[in-house]
């Protein structure tokens, strides 16, 4: 998908149909526990193991009669917090969220019962149901405006739908989000990078032109994009026949030891015929197996099969039997040395974003779910590790 030079890969040899199935697979970006899902699960586990069946099915009567919009009986925070976690696949459960998440909506204009955020919630609810198409309803409905303006609510929501390969809407989704010219941070990097992803997924020359505008914008409001994001622009890039472009992206990163940046460059210089500027980086990573300084553990730089055959396609295209000698010296070094990934490009670029969780005692010791979620913020001290970083030296 990367370049013509992979295309022309994918449809040779007899393992090609392997790397094809890889690249088309579908996939979220976030892990679970990066977005809240793995709270979103634990409170429905508690609350499955506090209601019997009859008990459940009486507390859905009810607020089936609460969320009636004739009815004078309001909506409570607990009430819906409630009913996101025990909801169920099935038409009947779902519109009853909806009336009730449209009665809290209307009657909190007035009054605000609670400082509990919703939004996040509620997506992480579509999201375990595997529900996109609701989700997205439930974004555009006009009775709940306001209700899902929060970043992690867009965060989730875009996720969600790139898991399901609805590309166009995430990108529909950016934009309604601009429109609505919310008191955010006009680039937010977790939401720019799933936009960079979507167009990276369409590879349309419309879906890259967007990308470039964007870029263009970003860095003219002096925005730095986090890594991901650029390589997810960089790929883009190789798709659409501009490797040009995609070397001038990495060059923005400082750090250049990661390993999807060193198999972009790769690509990108073999697109451009500098293959005699390829063997140098080839030849780098040979004397770089290294102890990492967290946990003294060896850390292998690595290629992916699919570059190394484009890679080999360009030193072909060459002519230059010096080229060629060399390049299969490197190569038997590599498979001696077991450099050679079998993943895909296509993989590492959309591998997840991981949370590591730090210990905290107040969070050990509170067990109130709304204050996990409160702020659309399911952990008190978080950061995000991204892929790629057990390569870097």
Not at 122 to 141: D, G, Q
Not at 165 to 180: F, G, H, S
Not at 321 to 345: C, H, V
Request: neutral net charge.
């Amino acid at each position: 998908m990367f370049s013509n030079s992979l295309v022309n890969f994918f449809k040779q040899g007899i393992n090609s149909s392997k790397i094809l199935h890889n690249v088309v697979c579908k996939r979220n970006l976030y892990e679970p526990a990066a977005i809240g899902i793995d709270k979103y699960q634990f409170y429905r586990d508690k609350l499955s193991n506090q209601y019997s069946e009859v008990d459940r099915q009486t507390f859905f009567k009810r607020m089936t009669s609460f969320s009636d919009p004739e009815s004078l009986s309001l909506i409570f925070t607990e009430d819906l917090k409630q009913i996101v976690h025990m909801i169920n696949d099935n038409e009947e459960e779902l519109s009853l969220v909806e009336k009730m998440m449209k009665k809290f909506n209307q009657q909190s204009k007035g009054l605000r019962f609670g400082n509990f955020t919703f939004g996040p919630v509620v997506m992480r609810m579509y999201y375990h149901l595997n529900k996109p198409e609701s989700a997205l309803k439930m974004f555009f409905e006009p009775e709940l405006e306001g209700f899902f303006n929060h970043l992690t609510s867009y965060q989730i929501l875009m996720d969600l739908l790139f898991i399901n390969a609805k590309y166009d809407e995430i990108l529909n989704v950016y934009k309604t989000i601009q429109e609505r010219q919310l008191q955010i941070a006009k680039f937010p990097k977790g939401v720019m990078m799933l936009v960079y992803a979507a167009c990276y997924k369409l590879n349309t020359s419309e879906a890259f032109e967007y990308a470039c505008k964007l870029w263009t914008e970003q860095q003219e409001a002096g925005h730095i994009p986090i890594r991901k994001t650029v390589t997810f622009f960089a790929a883009n890039a190789l798709n659409q026949n501009s490797p040009h472009i995609a070397l001038e992206v990495i060059s923005t990163i400082r750090n250049q030891a990661y390993v999807t940046l060193r198999n972009i460059k790769v690509v990108a210089l073999s697109d451009l015929g500098r293959i005699q500027d390829v063997l140098p980086i080839l030849r780098s990573v040979l004397s770089l197996d290294q102890p990492s300084d967290s946990y003294n553990i060896a850390v292998k730089q690595t290629f992916c099969r699919d570059v190394i055959n484009i890679v080999k396609n360009a030193v072909e295209k060459s002519d230059n039997e010096g080229i060629m000698m060399e390049f299969n010296r490197i190569l038997s070094q590599f498979d001696e040395l077991s450099i050679i990934s079998e993943s895909t490009l296509d993989s590492i670029l959309c591998s997840n974003v991981k949370m590591i969780e730090r210990p905290d005692k107040d969070f050990r010791q509170n067990t109130m779910v709304a204050a996990s979620y409160d702020n659309s913020r399911p952990f008190k001290k978080r950061e995000y590790k991204r892929p790629g970083l057990s390569e870097m030296l």
